[in-house]
């Protein structure tokens, strides 16, 4: 699958948003490499274009809590191959069989948790702003942008089906603020 790497160019946009519920937050990026029946995905896909030195923002869902972003790891290394046993948590991915696959591996360091994390109820109040942000990256740099949000006009808004997603620096400094690496 190609990338659509528009944040090439800028070196703060180097930041990422893992979307999980594991255990071991902050060890790796490890994913599937394909979906059902073999098919590329953009939420998995995502993961070859991390680089050493960047950082991933995590969206955690812990045992009997709300998802959040509660901290940020920097890439310690290269993407390897590897396997994984895998079971896809999506909608269209349920009736897939769960079992070893092909997969990536991404080595990350320095787990920071945040003071204050960002749980959906805060999104939902940024919405607007969180819009107009893609809408802003889409016109300056066409589809797709690898949001981590879903919007719908008849539900609110919500975190994108994906592994990991496309954190713009915008939305980091809308939710998180910008003193967040010091």
Request: aromatic share 10%; hydrophobic share 35%; with cysteine.
């Amino acid at each position: 699958m190609k990338i659509h790497r528009w944040w090439a160019s800028d070196s703060i946009e180097r930041c990422w948003l893992e979307i999980t519920d594991r255990s071991d937050l902050g060890a790796n990026l490890h994913t599937a490499q394909c979906a059902k029946s073999g098919r590329e995905t953009w939420g998995y896909s995502l993961v070859r274009a991390v680089q050493p030195g960047d950082t991933v923002f995590h969206w955690h869902r812990a045992e009997d809590s709300e998802p959040e972003i509660v901290g940020y790891s920097t890439v310690a290394g290269p993407l390897e191959n590897s396997t994984i046993y895998w079971q896809a948590r999506s909608a269209a991915g349920r009736n897939e069989p769960a079992g070893n696959k092909p997969s990536w591996l991404v080595p990350l360091d320095g787990l920071v948790h945040l003071h204050r994390p960002v749980g959906l109820p805060e999104i939902r109040q940024r919405e607007r702003d969180l819009r107009q942000i893609r809408d802003d990256l889409k016109s300056r740099h066409g589809d797709p942008i690898y949001y981590p949000w879903a919007f719908s006009d008849t539900r609110p808004i919500r975190t994108a089906q994906a592994y990991l997603a496309k954190l713009p620096r915008a939305a980091i400094d809308l939710l998180i603020g910008t003193n967040w690496a010091n």
